[in-house]
């Protein structure tokens, strides 16, 4: 049985989806018919469940690319081929502490909450007050907003924290905040940035080059998805060519 205040989401056989925190009373109200939350109580995730028009949907717990996937959204977000990479390369588990900017719409905060668990902490900064509300409305509804600091404030003033263990740039021109960085993390702190044109990779791969960093790496992550049809079993049309290159590196503290 699914408690209240539980986070759902139901799938219809049309592929429509819906998020609901589900309260005692109340009902969810879809193109395909309404579906009480008393019925969702009563049932559990990995069932199906009926609306009064007789229209199946899917009871799931939503997933992490679930959620990610689903942010509302104003800005560009990075998706979950990016976000898989980049928690691997910061090494973000539980209890890690971590600075992120700018938060945009929230995708890459939804992840690194996620994963820091409740010992964690994430500290997002933007600088658009509009993007950090918004943002902060994606990540309560996931019921992560606990876990972030967010901070509506331009990183040109620098960042609040110091000895953190892992640090994300996804701003336009990431080598102006190089120098905030050394104060803000623990010597030897994975960084990581997101850039959409070469132009930007080459400017800041400079400024690593003249400052006290781990030899950078540079990737691209491209996923090429299949149509998943037996009898006819090959790629989809269409693939996403390009959504952003990604730069690692590490501070290295001078003796
Ligand atoms: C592409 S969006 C970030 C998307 C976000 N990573 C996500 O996954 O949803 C870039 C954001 O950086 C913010 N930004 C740019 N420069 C900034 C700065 N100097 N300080 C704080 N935020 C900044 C912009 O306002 C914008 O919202």
Known sequence: MIKP???VMLVSEKDKTYFRVVKE???LNTNEGMI????ILESNFGQQISTHLGKTFYLLKPTLYDLVKSVKRKTQIIYPKEIGYILLKLDIGPGKKVIEAGTGSGALTTALAFMVGEEGKVYSYEKRENFSQLAQENLKRANLQHRVEFFNQDIAEGFLQQDVDALFLDVRTPWDYLEHIFKAVKPGAPL????PTT???ITLLTHLENGPFYPPEVVEILLRRYKPVPERFRPQDQ????TGFLVFSRY???K
């Open 5 to 7: 205040n539980t986070l």
């Open 25 to 27: 009373e109340g009902s």
């Open 36 to 39: 009480e939350y008393r019925q």
């Open 192 to 195: 990581g940035f997101l850039l």
């Open 199 to 201: 132009n930007q990779v």
């Open 239 to 242: 693939m996403v060519a390009h």
């Open 252 to 254: 290295i503290e001078k």
